[in-house]
């Protein structure tokens, strides 16, 4: 059986990311939206559009929220919602503590839309990276040598695994 991609799986997401995205995407359907096509409108009026810097501005406002709203609403449709494994390996969900390559890193596993739930100044790494790859499933104490994308042979030592 072939190994499954994020792009076959989905997005790893929390309940609460997921949440979070879904009134995002709410918010800019339903107001944004319209509040933009009233600047837009009130711009428009101004007169001469060619140099109307308001109008084109709000143009812009307009077409980077119609990119975000296709862009949540492909995430949302492929997410992957879920919990932390709770038997302390490492999983989608689970803030890492390890020795890569004998420096100390802290980083937490999923999507990078969870990065608002994960301590500040904790990177946000996927599950599908060769580093998430090789510590999956591994538990504190244990280590790892996997290839970097450079060709490199990495050893990681797993330190501490917390859920988020």
């Known amino acids: 059986?072939?190994?499954?991609?994020?792009?076959?799986?989905?997005?790893w997401?929390?309940?609460?990311?997921?949440?979070?995205?879904?009134?995002?995407?709410r918010r800019r359907k339903e107001n944004d939206r319209k509040e933009i096509a009233t600047r837009v409108e009130a711009a428009r009026q101004e007169g001469d559009l060619r140099e109307n810097a308001g109008y084109?501005?709000?143009?812009?406002?307009?077409s980077l929220n119609e990119a975000r709203i296709i862009q949540l609403t492909e995430l949302l449709e492929h997410a992957q919602i879920g919990e932390a494994a709770s038997d302390g390996s490492v999983s989608a969900g689970t803030i890492v503590t390890a020795k890569v390559a004998g420096k100390e890193q802290r980083f937490a596993l999923g999507g990078q839309e969870i990065t608002a739930?994960?301590?500040?100044?904790?990177?946000?790494?996927?599950?599908?990276?060769?580093?998430?790859?090789?510590?999956?499933g591994h538990k504190a104490g244990e280590a790892v040598t996997y290839t970097a994308p450079n060709g490199r042979e990495i050893k990681a030592?797993?330190?501490?695994?917390?859920?988020?």
Not at 1 to 11: P, V
Not at 56 to 62: D, G, K, L, N, Y
Not at 117 to 133: Q, Y
Not at 157 to 164: F, G, P, S
């Open 1 to 11: 059986m072939a190994e499954e991609t994020t792009e076959q799986q989905g997005t």
């Open 13 to 25: 997401l929390t309940q609460d990311a997921f949440d979070r995205l879904t009134e995002e995407l």
């Open 56 to 62: 084109h501005a709000a143009r812009e406002e307009a």
């Open 117 to 136: 739930d994960v301590p500040e100044g904790v990177k946000v790494f996927s599950p599908d990276a060769p580093l998430g790859k090789a510590l999956k």
């Open 157 to 164: 030592e797993i330190v501490d695994v917390t859920t988020l």
